[in-house]
């Protein structure tokens, strides 16, 4: 089974910058899109940015012009560049993937969550 570990979280102020890293590992034949989620208590989990294999962005509009999602293929491996940052990003950030392993489909692998709290 598939292994994704988040880390880089942690508490900066108001207008700084974080960036967190998500690395896959284990038995991976291809990664089609690797993708960032938030989830701050009491709301539901949405989309911040996501990166195809081919090079395909995407972000949430409240995070556009903020966040930059990157990856290193060889290292199995996606980015999430955070500046400016607002007390509004405070959440769970937790790094998504959709990847083949040898014999079987896409499957959607999940990590446990990083915190990102940015007081005021």
């Known amino acids: 089974q598939v292994q994704l570990v988040e880390s880089g979280g942690g508490l900066v102020q108001a207008g700084g910058s974080l960036r967190l890293s998500c690395a896959a590992s284990?038995?991976?034949?291809?990664?089609?899109?690797m993708a960032w989620y938030r989830q701050a208590p009491g709301k539901q989990r949405e989309l911040v940015a996501a990166?195809?294999?081919?090079?395909?962005?995407n972000y949430a509009d409240s995070v556009k012009g903020r966040f930059t999602v990157s990856r290193d293929n060889a290292k199995n491996t996606v980015y999430l560049q955070m500046n400016s940052l607002k007390p509004e990003d405070t959440a769970v950030y937790y790094c998504n993937a959709d990847i083949r392993s040898s014999g079987g489909g896409y499957v959607h692998y999940w990590g446990q969550g990083t915190q990102v709290t940015v007081s005021s």
């Open positions: 284990g038995r991976i034949y291809s990664i089609n899109a």
């Open positions: 990166n195809t294999s081919g090079g395909t962005t």
